[in-house]
């Protein structure tokens, strides 16, 4: 099944995106560039950073090389070596190559709006071929963009039936990325295995801080002075994934409770797009649980 399509310009199929991290050394950047331009590329952006910690080297590298479809085997196996000189993990992607990503939402829906109206504009460059949620809500938020909302029910007792089930739509779409936008479900260990591949949520304070339930409310009681989100790669330890984005935004002694809630609803849904976009456009490499994000 094709996903639908938004009225995005894609990525010219001449383009492609390098991606290496490494030890910190003499060369590296010497090196992979002049293979680059052995090989009739021309680099069109370019960042990289040192962590100072340990030393770990990161690189994000855009080209353009004419016939680059036909070409795209051979320049891999001709950077393999050079990898290998430099114990580099490197990925080389075609920027013409869109991502197929899948929203989970419950009955929130504001993030999963601000998501569907960058994409319906085409400023987040991805396919979405579903919608997965445990309520009905959503139904008529998505309608009008012509995809799929998938009801998939969820109890303490069906937990495992429904993650099983939402796996196969998950396997027959194809799917690359989940975005949790406010999706009020803790995916199990076992699901976030046999997915595979990366999921991001959005978490409605600014973490570490004011976890699980009510957050604004236990905000409020603590009288804070600025609130924010956060937004996370998932990993089986609840709300500990290394962090791609975080904002804040200052309060004060005047905002109830549900001014916090407006507010942060506001900070969630620019903070889960930011980091939704740097994901699709391969900025973020994670590095342990951190990540180096050229933004």
Request: glycine share 6%.
């Amino acid at each position: 099944m094709s996903a639908p399509m938004a009225s995005l310009v894609r990525p010219s199929a001449e383009r492609a995106r390098l991606l290496i991290s490494c030890a910190d050394r003499p060369g590296v950047v010497a090196t992979v560039t002049r293979l680059l331009f052995e090989h009739g590329a021309n680099v069109v952006d370019s960042d990289q950073h040192t962590e100072p910690d340990d030393l770990r080297f990161f690189m994000r590298l855009e080209f353009d090389l004419p016939g680059l479809p036909e070409r795209l085997g051979a320049l891999e196996a001709a950077f393999a070596p050079v990898a290998e000189q430099f114990g580099m993990q490197w990925r080389l992607i075609p920027a013409a190559r869109v991502k197929r990503m899948a929203l989970f939402v419950s009955k929130q829906d504001h993030c999963l709006q601000e998501l569907l109206w960058l994409w319906k504009k085409g400023e987040l460059i991805a396919d979405i071929p579903l919608v997965v949620s445990n309520h009905p809500d959503a139904r008529e938020v998505v309608a009008p963009f012509g995809i799929p909302l998938h009801h998939v029910p969820v109890t303490a007792d069906s937990k495992a039936q429904a993650e099983a089930a939402v796996l196969e739509l998950l396997r027959a779409h194809q799917v690359d990325l989940i975005v949790l936008a406010r999706y009020m479900q803790i995916l199990s260990g076992d699901f976030i295995a046999s997915f595979g591949g990366p999921i991001i949520n959005i978490h409605h304070s600014f973490l570490p801080a004011f976890v699980g339930a009510n957050p604004y409310a236990q905000a409020h009681s603590r009288g804070v002075k600025l609130i924010g989100a956060t937004a996370h790669y998932v990993t089986a330890e609840l709300d500990a994934g290394p962090i791609i984005e975080q904002d804040v935004h200052r309060v004060g002694h005047r905002d109830a409770v549900a001014d916090l809630v407006r507010i942060g609803r506001r900070v969630e849904r620019t903070v889960l797009a930011r980091a939704v976009s740097w994901h699709l456009e391969d900025r973020v490499l994670p590095h342990g649980n951190k990540t180096v994000v050229f933004s």
